[in-house]
């Protein structure tokens, strides 16, 4: 059996093609994370993807809200991967709870640039982008998993009666707020953050 060569497609591109659009948008995200979105120009990422001009990446992108969308999706996936797999071996609705919590914290040390690069996109983003870019979408997928996931919960017997839909947004915010704080602060104690939050959102749903 031969290797795949350059000249194979993979998802209607070349394999040539994918790794050079894979390059670029790693690029991307560390040059959002460092430089923040609002400078992020073409220039920078190309030099930090070691391309010899801005045109390669106009080639595979329509343009930075085309690059934008691509590396929100790429953060996405990366976390979602990395979450989920976390979560599998946990049994019990408060044991994968205090997963969620050390899992997403676990992500600033695991992918820092990712996060740092989503949280520019997420501050920095005009409000006619977030459907551009897949923010919505994706909130809105977690949002609903999530408030399905806590009722599941209640009816097991495992969390107390309250509104899920603004349990899962408490638990959004004080993720988001602890991705950004860690972004501001070097010596932020992301794991001890994890179990304070464990502990404080296990009070506040157990039955």
Known sequence: MQANSGSGKQGGRTFTEAARRAQIVNAAIEVIAEHGLPNASFAKIAQQAGLSSTGMISYHFRGKDDLIREVTAEIVRVN???????LEPEAGYHAILRAYFAANLSLL?????????????????RPDDNQAFGLLEHVAD???GQEEWIREAQRAGA??????????????AARDAAVARAADDPGFDAAACARELAELFE????A
């Open 203 to 206: 009070r506040a749903t157990r």
């Open 159 to 172: 969390f107390r009666d309250f509104d899920p839909a603004v349990m899962a947004l408490a638990i959004r």
């Open 109 to 125: 040390d695991e992918y820092p640039h990712h996060q740092r690069a989503l949280a520019s996109i997420v501050a920095n983003v």
């Open 142 to 144: 977690i949002a609903r």
């Open 80 to 86: 979602t991967e990395f979450v989920v797999a976390k």
